[in-house]
């Protein structure tokens, strides 16, 4: 496992600060022990030193994944996050949007969210803003980019987008073969 070069990981920091803002030092400086990122064939893993270092002991080509992987970087070179980085991204994010029981199988289909589905919305969300996708009981449930921000929302037609699905828990089952 190597580590990032600085324009990946300005792309990849760039990904996150969508999604959690400045708490990606929060993700790092962790009261339980240091973490970093690491990448390997093109996918990023979030795992702490003292796991990183028990790896570093076994043969490279014997490892599959080592730590959590948030995603991969396709060969355009952009960042895609992986739905696996959920349960780390939602604590420290930043704009939410809550979503009505109703809405939450299809949006675990893999749809958009519609007006007639959104529960609430965090006040500042903007337009185009990285978005975590929560159940009304404060379930995390995916990831997605505002289509429209919050005053917009409050006015909008209720069978209007106002949340474009990234990815969602769903996938664990549609995609299983594509998240390690």
Not at 75 to 89: A, E, N
Not at 128 to 146: C, E, K, N, W
Request: charged residues 25%.
């Amino acid at each position: 496992m190597k580590q990032l070069t600085d324009d990946r990981m300005k792309v990849f920091f760039e990904k996150l600060s969508k999604y959690i803002g400045s708490n990606i030092k929060l993700l790092i400086d962790r009261s339980d022990g240091k973490y970093c990122f690491r990448e390997k064939k093109d996918r990023v893993y979030y795992v702490s030193e003292k796991v990183l270092n028990m790896g570093s002991m076994m043969n490279p080509d014997n490892i599959i994944s080592i730590g959590t992987c948030f995603g991969k970087f396709t060969k355009s070179g952009k960042f895609r996050i992986h739905i696996t980085s959920l349960d780390y991204l939602a604590p420290y994010a930043q704009h939410k949007m809550w979503i009505k029981p109703a809405a939450e199988q299809q949006f675990l289909y893999g749809h958009n969210v519609l007006k007639s589905g959104l529960g609430r919305i965090t006040e500042s969300t903007t337009q185009y803003q990285g978005v975590i996708v929560f159940s009304m009981s404060d379930v995390p449930l995916g990831f997605g980019v505002a289509a429209k921000s919050t005053t917009e929302c409050k006015h909008t037609d209720p069978l209007s987008v106002v949340c474009f699905n990234q990815a969602d828990i769903g996938e664990f089952i549609r995609c299983e073969e594509d998240l390690i």
